[in-house]
């Protein structure tokens, strides 16, 4: 849990910070955003959406209604593809 909250703080610096670069504002604290650069803002939101979803799926494991033996069996695993429910 502390790992995911602190990607989520490094989420919340990088995130508007990339989204002003990319609409060439000078101004980082209140960029002024224009019709033709909502396009690329959605491109790169979703790169970093399609990143997270990488990483879950490598990385990932699905804990609801899971006993804590079989999470630590789970994470004991070599690093890869898992099963998307516990059996």
Do not use: H
Request: a negative charge; hydrophobic letters at 45%.
């Amino acid at each position: 849990m502390g790992s995911t909250y602190g990607f989520g703080g490094f989420g919340k610096i990088i995130g508007p910070l990339g989204l002003a670069l990319i609409v060439g504002s000078s101004n980082i604290v209140t960029p002024q955003a224009s019709i033709a650069m909502i396009g690329p803002a959605f491109i790169y939101l979703a790169g970093w959406y399609l990143l997270a979803g990488i990483v879950y799926y490598f990385f990932g494991i699905e804990t609801k209604g899971c006993s804590i033996e079989y999470i630590d069996e789970e994470l004991a695993r070599p690093i890869g593809p898992r099963p998307a429910t516990a059996t």
